[in-house]
Each structure stands twice: as C-alpha cells, then as structure tokens.
C-alpha cells in the first residue's frame, strides 16, 4: 500500500503529535508499505496574506537547508519518503491507497482530495479547541466523511457526541528508550520532575504554582524541568531547567525523580507522563481526559481537578511524605505502562488500513 500521513507543520522541534505519526511511519515501513510524510509551510487555508508571505520565505530557507527534518530528535527510516511543500494543495500530495489527516486543519485538506489520493483518514491525537480555525470550524471536521481514528476513550467520546464514530487505537510506548535504571527506594523522595510548555492548555502555569506551594512547606522540595525551548526567564531560580535533553539524559533525569508532574488543563494522551512512569515515577496529574487512559486514581496515579494548584500541590505532598503510597503507585503505575507498545498500536493500524484498501 501506498500510505501518506499530512502533518500540519515543519518537524524541526519535538512535538508528541508528530512523534506518533514518524513513530507509525517507521513500523508501517518496516512491514514493507511505502509510506510518506507530508510537511507544509503552512496549513491554514485562510492563512492571512502576510503570515503566508513571511511562510513562504521559510519554505524557500527550510528547503534549502533542509531544517524541516525532525533530524536528531527522532530518527525516521530512510525508506520514508518525508515531503516539504508549500502548503497541502492536492497537487502536492502524492497519489496514494491510504492518506492521513493528523489535526484539524489537516483534515480539513484531506476532505477536498479527489478519490486519487486515496481512502481518507482522520487521526484524533487531541480536540483542539486553542487552534486557529476556531470551534466551528474545528466541530464540523469531526462530521466530514473520514475514517476517524482515535489515541483515547476520551477523544472517541468526543466524537460520539459530534455524530461520528472513531475507532480506539491508543498510542505506543518506546519500551525501549525509557525503563527504570534506579530503584524507587534509592531516589528522593521530594524531587519531582515536569516538562515545560508555553500552550496554555499544558498547565505550566498550574502546575508551577502548585510546586511554590509545596516548596514553602517543604524547603527540601526540588524540581526539574526541561522543554524544547530555553529556560523561561519567570521560573523560580530554585527549579532546575534542561533544554531539549537526550534520550539517556531524559531518562536519567526521570529515574532521579520521584515523581511526575502533570498538570495539562486538557490533554489528548500525555506521553510525557507515560515514560515518567516507564520510569518508575509516581504520576501526579490533572484528571484531564487523556491522562485517564493510564491515570486511575490512588491506583496508577494521584489525580486532582484540572486548573487547581492547590490540590494538585496536596497530592504532590502526600506522596513526598507517604513511602508506602509512593511505592505502591509506582509498581502499580510501571506495571500498566508496559502494556502499551508500538508493535501492538502500529499492527491494529495496519489491519485498519489493509481492510480499507481491501474495500476500495
């Protein structure tokens, strides 16, 4: 089969969305499909005529330097073909058995391809209500005549309640790059650890409140961040910060930690969480909707309501304090990660797939 997954943008930062799709790309791959990996300079159809403009010069200099590649940070198998074009007009998506919208503005394109390009679609890593195409807009894709398929109950709820129905398929989980190399008992019991994000809808903000909480109760209380951008100039001097950190250096950073926070106001999965916990951190979160894949509270999780520092701050304490709770919700969280994996998530999506071709 001929398969083509549409991202919406340039694949140069990591982002968890664009993980799953090089991740599927490289398995599909490997199970001797020919898969490419479209990448546009910009993804709106009604992108303002400056914003396009100033796009349009960044095409010419990605393509240039080819800095559209997610390089380093995920290695995608040379027998996929990754494509940078302009934008997703159809005349720049190859002819195809299968294509893959990846978001909302995504399918939005995928929805005008003629037959050509093959059986459509829709990927549900999110419901992203803070995109640019606005609610409407964002609603009505989850009614357009795609085959959806979702990474969370959660997002096949969503869909439901839109009219659709989407076929459960939950992300992977690199068994392989994020394990325990330190035992719980030998870590500290008041470091945690919590990725940084800009976007509103990850709780940065919540989420350091809650940990100033817990510091001025607790002075022994320390925190580490990282993120692909550079150290926010408002963190608190006492958190520690890595920018875009390795693999090894990730997980040696988890197994430093005793826990995982998470404090996203809504999320479509939560990888980040996940290889805390592959990890053997404890998993303090938010309850929102995809933490609940692999969040249940007091069992693989201490979980609060979304946007509440305080509580959020309350769990992080309880299980600072309490070694018994600690240890029992890290093997009991350890133990469920380790039923996701990638070769399971990549073989349903296959078989999705070849029985669409098959029906064509």
């Known amino acids: 089969m001929k398969i083509t997954f549409v991202l919406t943008g340039s694949g140069h930062k990591p982002v968890g969305g664009f993980k799953v799709v090089y991740e599927y790309a490289n398995r599909l791959s490997e199970m001797g499909e020919q898969v490419t990996v479209v990448h546009p300079a910009w993804v709106r159809k009604d992108e303002p005529f400056f914003d396009r403009l100033k796009r349009s010069i960044r095409y010419v200099q990605r393509a240039a330097d080819k800095s559209y590649l997610p390089g380093k940070?995920?290695?995608?198998?040379?027998?996929?073909?990754?494509?940078?074009?302009?934008?997703?007009?159809?005349?720049?998506?190859?002819?195809?058995?299968?294509?893959?919208?990846?978001?909302?503005?995504?399918?939005?394109?995928?929805?005008?391809?003629?037959?050509?390009?093959?059986?459509?679609?829709?990927?549900?890593?999110?419901y992203e209500t803070w995109d640019s195409i606005g609610r409407v807009?964002?609603?009505?894709?989850?009614?357009?005549?795609?085959?959806?398929?979702a990474i969370s109950r959660w997002l096949c709820d969503i869909a439901k309640e839109k009219g659709s129905e989407a076929i459960y398929i939950p992300n992977g989980l690199e068994q392989q790059k994020f394990f325990v190399e330190k035992s719980l008992d030998s870590r500290d019991s008041q470091q945690g650890i919590m990725l940084y994000h800009p976007l509103p809808e990850k709780g940065t903000d919540i989420g350091i409140r809650a940990c100033e909480i817990v510091k001025e109760r607790h002075p022994d209380f320390k925190l580490q961040m990282f993120g692909v951008y550079g150290r926010p100039t408002n963190l608190p001097g006492w958190i520690t910060y890595e920018k875009s950190p390795s693999v090894s250096l990730l997980r040696a950073m988890y197994n430093a930690s005793s826990f995982?926070?998470?404090?996203?106001?809504?999320?479509?999965?939560?990888?980040?969480?996940?290889?805390?916990?592959?990890?053997?951190?404890?998993?303090?979160?938010?309850?929102?909707?995809?933490?609940?894949?692999f969040a249940v509270h007091n069992d693989t999780a201490l979980l609060s309501p979304v946007q509440d520092a305080t509580a959020l701050a309350r769990n992080i304490e309880e299980v600072m304090k309490n070694d018994e709770l600690r240890k029992r919700l890290s093997s009991s969280g350890l133990r469920h990660v380790k039923k996701f994996s990638w070769e399971k998530s990549a073989g349903e999506l296959h078989s999705v797939f070849l029985e669409a071709y098959k029906n064509v």
């Open 73 to 126: 940070w995920f290695p995608v198998d040379s027998a996929v073909h990754l494509i940078w074009a302009p934008n997703l007009s159809a005349r720049f998506i190859p002819d195809s058995d299968i294509v893959i919208a990846t978001g909302a503005p995504t399918a939005e394109w995928v929805n005008s391809y003629g037959p050509e390009k093959g059986k459509k679609f829709y990927l549900l890593q999110h």
């Open 137 to 149: 807009r964002l609603d009505a894709t989850y009614s357009m005549p795609l085959e959806k398929i």
């Open 260 to 293: 995982v926070v998470a404090p996203s106001t809504t999320e479509g999965w939560g990888l980040v969480p996940c290889e805390g916990m592959q990890c053997g951190c404890v998993l303090v979160a938010t309850n929102a909707g995809g933490h609940r894949e």
